[in-house]
């Protein structure tokens, strides 16, 4: 039987010269091999760590199918020590190799318990557990999370806004005006340019099968109502919550990792009141302002292919837009978008507040306030057009 022995007097080779503590002229621990048994003796403590982890690899090196690390001997033994035990075996069953921790008294065995050294490493018991059930509940737990959360925000809004009517003083009122600039002015360009081009391809598209009939004045038909009704506010509120909606959260988000929404309760100022209403109001205002600039130059861009590809006349396009457009086909757009504006702030903020972590956690945050924000926005606008229907024939 071939039997290796390291102790605490020795210098190893494979720790570079550097002798391994002892007490006084009797070795504190060693070491030994025998077969697929790699037996511990002594006292093993944290000073003498790095000798045993050294005289611990050298003797696994060639492990074979199966090694067990004898611990009947040990005399003595801290956590720091047991920690490399546990990490030992979980490397030999890594490797497919069969590793156990026997032997030991009653103390030595409740600190291997302690270490779960006596069972699975948790990569393993992930690698088992993690199956598709264990994937679907986790995802509907954090889902039923994040809806109770948002649940109790609406709720801390109301409250918010309720408290606002009673002492609007309270209320950061004062940034409505400069976050109308941000959300609003600074989006309108984008808003004319894509409301423009949106109104210009559904005449275009619309241009060859009305000439096959020669209806080319029903163009003024189809882009009038398509536009009021449903592209203007939709392309608008999908605009502002990938602008607006994305950069209040991320700013919400940076206060509250930086710890600024901490400093502002301190100080008596609360994050509804302070920084959620004043957003809430911005885009209920932005939001319906925007679609309907979006319906008049969603409107210029078909009068635009009318003029140039059918031959219809800027006063012929007016005239047939005033017989078939009526005023609820603009208000029922111009509530969707109210709709959609709050939503948008609500989500937004809602996503900033709650954020945790670092640079990452603000990024996380605003990608689900965007994908959010797209979600609900078509949702609420097959519900309104649902309930719009039997208002608006």
Known sequence: ????????????PFACGAPVAARGDVATWQVSRANDRLE????????????????????????????????????????????????????????????????????????????????????????????WIVRLGAALQRTLHDASSFVAFTGELAIAFVQLLRRPADANL???????????????????????LVGFVMAFQSAQQLQAYGANIYV????????????????????VSGRSGAGFAAELGAMRVSEEIDALRTLGFGAMSYLVVPRIITLAIVVPVLTLVGDCVGVAGGM???????????????????AVLVLSDVWTGLLKSLVFGIAIAAIACHQGLTTRGAASGVGQGTTATVVRCLFTIVVVDTLGTIVFRGVVA
């Open 1 to 12: 039987m071939k039997s290796n022995v390291s102790s605490g007097l020795i210098s190893w």
């Open 40 to 131: 511990i003796v002594g006292e093993l403590r944290l000073a003498d760590a790095s000798a045993i982890w050294e005289a611990l690899r050298a003797h696994a090196a060639s492990p074979g199918r199966q090694l067990d690390l004898d611990l009947a001997k040990v005399v003595t033994i801290d956590g720091a020590a047991m920690a490399m035990l546990v990490d030992l075996r979980a490397r030999l069953l890594a490797q497919s190799i069969r590793c156990e921790l026997v032997g030991g008294d009653s103390h030595v065995r409740d600190l291997v318990a302690l270490f779960r050294g006596d069972r699975p490493p948790t990569a393993q018991l992930r690698t088992v557990r993690a199956n």
């Open 174 to 196: 004062r940034s409505v005006p400069s976050l109308i600039g941000r959300a609003g002015a600074d989006a309108l360009l984008i808003v004319l340019l894509l409301d423009f």
């Open 220 to 239: 003024a038909d189809i882009i009038g109502i398509s536009v009021t009704r449903e592209l203007a506010p939709l392309m608008t509120a999908i605009i």
């Open 304 to 322: 635009f292919v009318g003029r140039t590809s059918l031959g219809i006349t800027p006063a012929g396009f007016v005239e047939e837009l005033r």
